[in-house]
């Protein structure tokens, strides 16, 4: 009799064990998935998931060609190359002379007659390199960013036209009386150009944030010749965030060591393009 009823307890016992089993699967899968939802979501808001951490990788490295055309013509152009790499966290400026030779045609003249589409050519055969994007600025557009960066400290060297030397504050009005001084040997005035644009992308006088450069372009986009897009733009954002979120990137600038004279131009040779590619990371 004992042995009859163990074995009914037995049986009662396994039902009801198996019923709440199906009902913890049946209720608490559903309930820990609404949780995991949940968390993910916070987790998103915050930043937190593992697909809102940006990696650079050498996809994200660039090399653009700026120019700057005065809307006084007898002024000269600026030519500048930007090459930046998200990796290192670093921002390299390289000067072009307007006296730096392709072939037996100065830059200077190649950008009058083409523009900086053939100006874009020259650069990439001179510099054994190839530009990715480029962007020429006239006074407007060129103010807005310059503006939109802080503007910079810098010291004006003696006999510059219309400025006191010294170091001083200057916005984009005294940047482009710089930059297109007459009185400005040309040697000298490349080298201040790389110095200027470095020295405010670093920072030195206000603080870069990408937001400041986001502001910079989308005031800038419609003002400039350019063939970014914003398609471009956007694949890069993250790039340009992962730069300026950090207080230790760099920004800093070279000039190429050239040969000759600004009669008969000046001309890279193999060395000299080497150790550039070597100091800027330019490809």
Known sequence: MALFKKRKKESVAIPFLISMVITLLVIGI?????????VNKNMGSNGETADSVFMPTEAND?????????????????FMILRTSAMSKSLTFIPVSNDLLCGSDKMVNIFKKGGIIELTKAVNKTFDTKIDRYVNFDDNSLSVLCDALGGVNFNIPEGLKGLNAGTQYN??????????????????????LGNIFAD????????????????????????????ITALDYENQKKAV????????????????AAKGNAEQ???LDKDALKQLKADSGLK
């Open 171 to 192: 916005d984009s009005s005294f940047i482009i009386a710089i930059i297109t001084n007459p009185k400005y040997a040309e040697d000298a005035r490349t080298v201040a």
């Open 265 to 267: 131009g000046l001309s």
């Open 62 to 78: 660039t090399t653009i060609l700026f120019s700057y055309t005065p809307n006084d013509k007898s002024l000269r152009p600026s």
């Open 200 to 227: 405010m992308l670093g920072g030195t006088t206000t603080k870069i944030t990408a937001d400041m450069l986001e502001y910079a372009y989308e005031k800038d986009i419609d003002l400039v010749e350019t063939d």
């Open 241 to 256: 965030e992962y730069i300026f979120s950090s207080t230790q990137y760099v920004s800093t600038y070279r000039v190429p």
């Open 30 to 38: 559903p309930v820990f998935s609404l949780y995991n939802q949940k």
